[in-house]
């Protein structure tokens, strides 16, 4: 077993974040975990702008906002960075156990950081009934898919069109208006974005940049009764709710298409601090705590949006650095 003073869990903006911030308070000894081949996180994947305005003054892309940090932690040699490496078990006395390629490891550190971030809702969380055909993606994936991958509409790969010509999004989170803007960019058709409630989810900017710009049509008080498709979707129906989501007679219609993106939320990724026993709130998955950044077990922190989820990766960070900084007065408390 390698002991440690400090290990954070999470390579993107808040744990890089916390790493640069418990090093400039003082931590020298600091191991950061990443699961991924890169540090950056979603971020990577986010090629729009909208990034860094309140945190560095300056209007950045996904990518370019994640390596300010990445060079930040990679010129400090006091933080050792180990990719591609998942952590699979966290003890109560802070001891993980992670895979790395070729070998498990186990570490105890006297702090610990989780900067695991989220997940996105599924369709089945929602309750969509329907057939299971291809074409269902979140709109995170989706975005991994164009943004990452280059798999872009209209471009065959092995069967069918991936991720589609023809969408429909459930749901007016984030990353939905995003990734509506960016199928129509590149030559798909957004039918529609299909909102439950009376307005939309996501931020003003992105409701106005991405969709209204965009003359994408969105149906506020609507849900998706059902998804149809044998091998590939065919098309959704879809029926107004009223104010207490009760469907309202003779509203339902239905939309043609080949794909649907699901944007209707985020999920803190909390299931490791919960297998140590932290209290975690079952129906937002975050940690019960009285403080930001902190947990029911002494010494585990968690920032960022495994914490909760923020809207702007600036607020994050500002989190996060605070999570650091936590991190390193618990260590000099407990020396």
Not at 75 to 89: G, H, K, N, Q, T
Not at 92 to 105: A, E, I, Q, V
Not at 114 to 125: P, Q, S, Y
């Given at each position: 077993?390698?002991?440690?003073?400090?290990?954070?869990?999470?390579?993107?903006?808040?744990?890089?974040?916390?790493?640069?911030?418990?090093?400039?308070?003082?931590?020298?000894?600091?191991?950061?975990?990443?699961?991924?081949?890169?540090?950056?996180?979603?971020?990577?994947?986010?090629?729009?702008?909208?990034?860094?305005?309140?945190?560095?003054?300056?209007?950045?892309?996904?990518?370019?906002?994640?390596?300010?940090?990445?060079?930040?932690?990679?010129?400090?040699?006091?933080?050792?960075?180990?990719?591609?490496?998942?952590?699979?078990?966290?003890?109560?006395?802070?001891?993980?156990?992670?895979?790395?390629?070729?070998?498990?490891?186990?570490?105890?550190?006297?702090?610990?950081?989780?900067?695991?971030?989220?997940?996105?809702?599924?369709?089945?969380?929602?309750?969509?009934?329907?057939?299971?055909?291809?074409?269902?993606?979140?709109?995170?994936l989706a975005q991994k898919l164009i943004n990452i991958e280059g798999l872009l509409p209209g471009k065959e790969v092995v069967e069918?069109?991936?991720?589609?010509?023809?969408?429909?999004?459930?749901?007016?989170?984030?990353?939905?208006?995003?990734?509506?803007?960016?199928?129509?960019?590149?030559?798909?058709?957004?039918?529609?974005?299909?909102?439950?409630?009376?307005?939309?989810?996501?931020?003003?900017?992105?409701?106005?940049?991405?969709?209204?710009?965009?003359?994408?049509?969105?149906?506020?008080?609507?849900?998706?009764?059902?998804?149809?498709?044998?091998?590939?979707?065919?098309?959704?129906?879809?029926?107004?709710?009223?104010?207490?989501?009760?469907?309202?007679?003779?509203?339902?219609?239905?939309?043609?298409?080949?794909?649907?993106?699901?944007?209707?939320?985020?999920?803190?990724?909390?299931?490791?601090?919960?297998?140590?026993?932290?209290?975690?709130?079952?129906?937002?998955?975050?940690?019960?705590?009285?403080?930001?950044?902190?947990?029911?077990?002494?010494?585990?922190?968690?920032?960022?949006?495994?914490?909760?989820v923020y809207d702007l990766v600036d607020s994050v960070t500002v989190d996060s650095e605070l999570a650091g900084k936590s991190a390193?007065?618990?260590?000099?408390?407990?020396?």
């Amino acid at each position: 077993m390698v002991k440690k003073d400090l290990v954070i869990v999470g390579g993107g903006p808040a744990g890089m974040a916390a790493a640069v911030a418990a090093y400039e308070s003082g931590v020298r000894d600091i191991l950061l975990i990443e699961r991924d081949q890169y540090l950056g996180g979603i971020l990577n994947q986010c090629v729009h702008t909208g990034f860094g305005l309140q945190y560095f003054k300056e209007i950045l892309t996904g990518p370019e906002y994640a390596d300010r940090f990445i060079r930040k932690i990679s010129a400090i040699s006091d933080i050792e960075i180990s990719l591609r490496s998942f952590v699979v078990r966290l003890e109560s006395d802070r001891t993980l156990t992670y895979l790395k390629p070729g070998s498990l490891n186990v570490v105890r550190p006297k702090a610990l950081i989780m900067a695991t971030g989220c997940r996105e809702k599924t369709r089945e969380m929602i309750h969509i009934p329907g057939t299971r055909p291809a074409g269902i993606f979140s709109a995170g994936l989706a975005q991994k898919l164009i943004n990452i991958e280059g798999l872009l509409p209209g471009k065959e790969v092995v069967e069918g069109l991936l991720p589609g010509k023809e969408v429909v999004v459930i749901g007016s989170g984030d990353i939905g208006l995003i990734m509506a803007r960016r199928f129509t960019l590149e030559g798909a058709r957004v039918k529609a974005i299909i909102e439950i409630e009376g307005r939309s989810r996501g931020l003003v900017r992105n409701m106005v940049q991405c969709v209204e710009d965009f003359d994408i049509p969105v149906y506020f008080n609507h849900r998706v009764l059902e998804i149809h498709g044998k091998d590939r979707v065919e098309k959704v129906s879809v029926v107004k709710v009223d104010g207490s989501m009760g469907e309202l007679p003779g509203t339902g219609f239905d939309i043609s298409c080949d794909t649907i993106l699901v944007s209707v939320g985020l999920i803190p990724e909390n299931e490791l601090i919960e297998m140590a026993g932290a209290a975690v709130d079952k129906k937002t998955n975050s940690p019960i705590s009285n403080e930001v950044n902190k947990t029911s077990i002494p010494g585990v922190f968690v920032c960022g949006n495994s914490f909760k989820v923020y809207d702007l990766v600036d607020s994050v960070t500002v989190d996060s650095e605070l999570a650091g900084k936590s991190a390193a007065e618990y260590l000099r408390d407990n020396r």
